[in-house]
């Protein structure tokens, strides 16, 4: 026999989840206890906040293609880690939440902390499911890990009352749950290939979630095999190394001019694995009656014409799409080749970016970042507009992986970049965050520090929610409300959680700094103080003005 908090633990280092994150709570005390018994067969890495915990799990997510997992109480631990659970949910992101819940008995008496998790989750969770005996918990466990992973992945939440985690069982866990990636039809596969064959302008657009390293390389070789152009959408930029000849730019958020007139005057289009979002259509007015051939693979096929209608719909996953269309080889023609160093051409003129003004100018800073960053560094960001930097002026090789919220969650940055330390110990982690968006999760250091997980953090620091005046300039010129900061001494702050500060405000200052930071062994902390004059890289405060009068 075995208490339901022991065999949960179990189940889960069955289904090779030997990590979670959290905030601890009397509400799960036997879970803990679990984890306890495994020892070091299984680590809870302590955070700060639930928000943080949930970003961590969400990150894991995004880097193993298996559930990251977040332990919370009930409550108001739960309504703290939503933040994360949306996020996986834009991001097509696999995870699992746990929450600790009132005793059975005490069910629907408005009991200290009690929430109804299938109301408050039902909008962004895949499945929502309160555990009811101890025995119940190994099906319960592999069905949340094959809901998470399937079709298109996301968030599962399971709630755990205190009396079924205590009660005792003598079931075992589950093996192992593998999810198989849906192939595409022999006929779909057939149909993509004449279509792309006859194309003289295609563009491949990538996103979503569980690709494979091998798909990845896929992807790269089936785009220069044939000359196929290749736009990432919003912050999937590392799916395919950026230094390709294929690849044209990102189509997000503020996207480029040159990549905007490649979705325009592509003839043929190719999507996998994305699902048309607000940022990528720039408000849904792209796609829409252009007479362009559209392709849409997808694993859900609740994605297919959700947004756009298709000229061909395949209900498959992106790493078998890529590589049955690979196989086919289609083969090059001299118009697609022209077609794509055109492409390729603009969009190496929009990487740079004009000075800035002040001393630290942010244009001089990403250069010597692109040229000095490790092959494998793993780049997270938050939102806000500071993010333009690690989006936009960022070349991402095969190596490096790129971390961040779809749905634009500031405090993202940090908790994603400790989480890949504690996954990648050994390799570089480096979160661009800005000074509004780092106050959202700063005490997160203390989790870095105790878990010895720390990552490099830039605070890209203008002393403003940048973002917001953005648009207060464009919309109500010169009625500034609410978007001015006053902050801490952000290097201070990192020396009292143990971790390397520093404050830099001169470019040439800047490798220097870097380089101390990267020596720390406890991570560390540059604050970067930029001119609040400038509301994004190539708009300023009276450009907005004149051109928003």
Same mark, same amino acid.
């Given at each position: 026999m075995?208490?339901?908090?022991?065999?949960?633990?179990?189940?889960?280092?069955?289904?090779?989840?030997?990590?979670?994150?959290?905030?601890?709570?009397?509400?799960?005390?036997?879970?803990?206890?679990?984890?306890?018994?495994?020892?070091?067969?299984?680590?809870?890495?302590?955070t700060?906040?639930?928000?943080?915990a949930?970003?961590?799990a969400?990150?894991?997510?995004?880097l193993?293609?298996?559930?990251g997992?977040?332990?919370?109480?009930?409550?108001?631990?739960?309504?703290?880690?939503?933040?994360g659970?949306?996020?996986?949910?834009?991001?097509?992101?696999p995870?699992?939440?746990?929450?600790?819940?009132?005793?059975?008995?005490?069910?629907?008496?408005?009991?200290?902390?009690?929430?109804?998790?299938?109301?408050?989750?039902?909008?962004?969770?895949?499945?929502?499911?309160?555990?009811?005996?101890?025995?119940?918990?190994?099906?319960?466990?592999?069905?949340?890990?094959?809901?998470?992973?399937?079709?298109?992945p996301?968030?599962?939440?399971?709630?755990?009352p205190?009396?079924?985690?205590?009660?005792?069982?003598?079931?075992?866990p589950?093996?192992?749950?593998?999810?198989?990636?849906?192939l595409?039809?022999?006929e779909?596969?057939?149909?993509?290939?004449?279509?792309?064959?006859?194309?003289?302008?295609?563009?491949?657009l990538?996103?979503?979630?569980?690709?494979?390293?091998?798909?990845?390389?896929?992807?790269?070789?089936?785009?220069?095999?044939?000359?196929?152009?290749?736009?990432?959408?919003?912050?999937?930029h590392?799916?395919?190394?950026?230094?390709?000849?294929?690849?044209?730019?990102?189509?997000?958020v503020?996207?480029?001019?040159?990549?905007?007139?490649?979705?325009l005057?592509?003839?043929?289009?190719?999507?996998?694995g994305?699902?048309f979002?607000?940022?990528?259509?720039?408000?849904?007015?792209?796609?829409t009656?252009?007479?362009?051939?559209?392709?849409?693979?997808?694993?859900?096929?609740?994605?297919?014409g959700?947004?756009?209608?298709?000229?061909?719909?395949?209900?498959?996953?992106?790493?078998?799409?890529?590589?049955?269309?690979?196989r086919a080889?289609?083969g090059?023609?001299e118009?697609?080749r022209?077609?794509?160093?055109?492409?390729?051409?603009?969009?190496?003129?929009?990487?740079?970016?004009?000075?800035?003004?002040?001393?630290?100018?942010?244009?001089?800073?990403?250069?010597?970042?692109?040229?000095?960053?490790?092959?494998?560094?793993?780049v997270?960001?938050?939102a806000?507009?500071?993010?333009?930097?690690?989006?936009?002026?960022?070349?991402?090789?095969?190596?490096?992986?790129?971390?961040?919220?779809?749905?634009?969650?500031?405090?993202y940055g940090?908790?994603?970049?400790?989480?890949?330390?504690?996954?990648?110990?050994?390799?570089?982690?480096?979160?661009? +965050?800005?000074d #509004? /968006?780092?106050?959202?999760?700063?005490?997160?250091?203390?989790? =870095?520090? $105790? !878990? %010895?997980?720390?990552?490099?953090?830039?605070?890209?620091n203008?002393?403003s929610?940048?973002?917001i005046?953005?648009h207060?300039?464009r919309?109500?010129?010169?009625?500034?409300?609410?978007?001015?900061?006053?902050?801490?001494?952000?290097?201070?702050?990192?020396?009292?959680?143990?971790?390397?500060?520093?404050?830099?405000?001169?470019?040439?200052a800047?490798?220097?700094?870097?380089?101390?930071?990267?020596?720390?062994?406890?991570?560390?902390?540059?604050?970067? +103080?930029?001119? #609040? /004059?400038?509301?994004?890289?190539?708009q300023?405060?009276?450009? =907005?003005? $004149? !051109? %928003?009068?």
């Amino acid at each position: 026999m075995i208490s339901g908090g022991h065999l949960l633990i179990q189940c889960l280092i069955e289904q090779g989840a030997n990590t979670a994150f959290g905030v601890p709570g009397e509400s799960y005390l036997a879970a803990l206890d679990g984890m306890n018994e495994a020892g070091d067969g299984f680590r809870f890495v302590t955070t700060r906040n639930e928000a943080g915990a949930s970003f961590m799990a969400e990150a894991w997510g995004k880097l193993t293609g298996r559930p990251g997992i977040c332990f919370v109480t009930r409550g108001p631990g739960a309504t703290n880690a939503s933040i994360g659970v949306h996020t996986a949910a834009q991001d097509s992101t696999p995870m699992v939440l746990f929450i600790g819940q009132v005793p059975t008995h005490h069910r629907g008496k408005e009991a200290f902390q009690e929430m109804d998790y299938n109301l408050f989750f039902g909008s962004v969770a895949k499945w929502t499911v309160e555990v009811q005996a101890a025995g119940e918990l190994p099906e319960v466990v592999a069905s949340a890990f094959s809901i998470a992973m399937s079709d298109r992945p996301g968030p599962v939440v399971v709630a755990l009352p205190e009396d079924v985690l205590e009660a005792e069982t003598g079931v075992s866990p589950l093996p192992r749950v593998e999810v198989a990636e849906r192939l595409p039809a022999p006929e779909d596969v057939e149909w993509a290939v004449e279509l792309l064959r006859l194309s003289e302008r295609p563009l491949v657009l990538v996103g979503g979630g569980r690709w494979t390293d091998e798909g990845r390389q896929d992807l790269q070789a089936f785009a220069e095999e044939n000359d196929f152009a290749v736009a990432p959408v919003f912050r999937f930029h590392d799916l395919m190394d950026n230094h390709s000849r294929a690849y044209i730019g990102e189509a997000g958020v503020g996207m480029p001019v040159v990549v905007k007139e490649t979705i325009l005057t592509a003839d043929v289009i190719l999507a996998i694995g994305i699902r048309f979002g607000e940022m990528t259509t720039a408000g849904y007015t792209l796609f829409t009656d252009t007479g362009q051939t559209l392709i849409h693979a997808h694993p859900s096929e609740a994605e297919l014409g959700k947004i756009v209608e298709p000229t061909l719909a395949m209900h498959a996953g992106p790493n078998a799409t890529v590589a049955a269309l690979r196989r086919a080889r289609i083969g090059s023609t001299e118009t697609r080749r022209h077609w794509v160093e055109a492409r390729r051409a603009a969009f190496e003129t929009s990487i740079d970016f004009p000075s800035q003004p002040g001393d630290l100018d942010m244009s001089k800073v990403m250069a010597w970042l692109r040229e000095n960053l490790p092959a494998d560094v793993i780049v997270t960001n938050g939102a806000g507009n500071f993010s333009i930097w690690n989006n936009k002026a960022m070349l991402y090789g095969p190596g490096m992986r790129l971390l961040g919220p779809q749905n634009g969650a500031m405090g993202y940055g940090l908790p994603a970049a400790i989480a890949a330390k504690v996954l990648y110990p050994d390799r570089m982690a480096v979160a661009f +965050v800005g000074d #509004g /968006d780092f106050q959202m999760n700063c005490q997160e250091l203390g989790a =870095a520090f $105790q !878990a %010895h997980a720390g990552p490099i953090v830039l605070v890209i620091n203008n002393g403003s929610y940048g973002t917001i005046r953005m648009h207060q300039e464009r919309t109500y010129p010169h009625r500034v409300s609410g978007t001015e900061l006053v902050n801490p001494d952000f290097a201070a702050l990192a020396h009292a959680y143990g971790l390397y500060g520093e404050t830099v405000t001169r470019t040439d200052a800047f490798p220097d700094a870097f380089a101390r930071a990267a020596e720390s062994s406890t991570g560390a902390v540059l604050d970067l +103080v930029v001119s #609040g /004059d400038m509301l994004t890289p190539t708009q300023s405060v009276d450009q =907005a003005r $004149q !051109a %928003h009068p």
